[in-house]
């Protein structure tokens, strides 16, 4: 009897053992990048796009998913009316050239960053402002200046918000903030 109980309980041990779901090893789930990291991220794409003026099309397309919705209406609305005003133009016979068609208005300097690199980051609320050390030109030429850019907590990302402009020359492509040379529409 002892022997039919052992094979009883043998058997369903081999049962309950089929049945029981394997467990596998969790990969290790990648490290959430920094704002430091995403900044620099956010800054190398613009930099390798030379985005002269308001982003075209194919640029935007590239952006899109590192900006945030309000930054991204804010270059929408520019867009179309960067459009409507080219059209105007067009129809009055000017020789003058569209507004935000040329400029570097993700920097404080008209000619555009060569470089960005993310340097601190100060929380702010709910966004943290990540000080980036720009730079453009070479040698005795070269122009250096801090630029702010502005980053939200949107979902488990962050996301590109506004940039600050930190450069002390007169003739910039924007005026204190991305998102005001936006608004700053006649």
């Known amino acids: 009897m002892h022997n039919a109980l052992r094979i009883v309980l043998s058997a369903l041990i081999l049962v309950l053992a089929a049945c029981t779901p394997r467990i596998e090893p969790r990969a290790p789930t990648a490290a959430e990048p920094s704002e430091l990291e995403v900044a620099q991220r956010i800054f190398d794409q613009i930099t390798a796009l030379h985005v002269g003026g308001l982003p075209n099309d194919a640029q935007m397309q590239v952006l899109a998913p590192l900006l945030t919705a309000e930054l991204r209406e804010a270059l929408d609305a520019a867009r179309a009316w960067q459009r409507s005003e080219i059209e105007r133009m067009q129809r009055e016979g000017s020789d003058d050239k569209p507004p935000f068609i040329e400029g570097d208005l993700f920097s404080s300097l008209f000619e555009g960053a ?9 929380p702010d609320q709910d966004r943290v402002v990540v000080t980036l050390d720009r730079s453009y030109g070479q040698g005795t030429d070269q122009v250096r200046w ?3 850019a502005v980053l939200k907590r949107v979902g488990k990302a962050w996301l590109l918000d506004d ?3 930190g450069g002390s020359w007169a003739f910039q492509a924007g005026t204190s903030t991305l998102r005001n040379t936006l608004k700053a529409r006649e």
Do not use: G, L
């Open 114 to 122: 060569q470089t960005a690199r993310a340097m601190r980051v100060k």
């Open 146 to 148: 801090q630029d702010r």
């Open 163 to 165: 940039v600050e402009y």
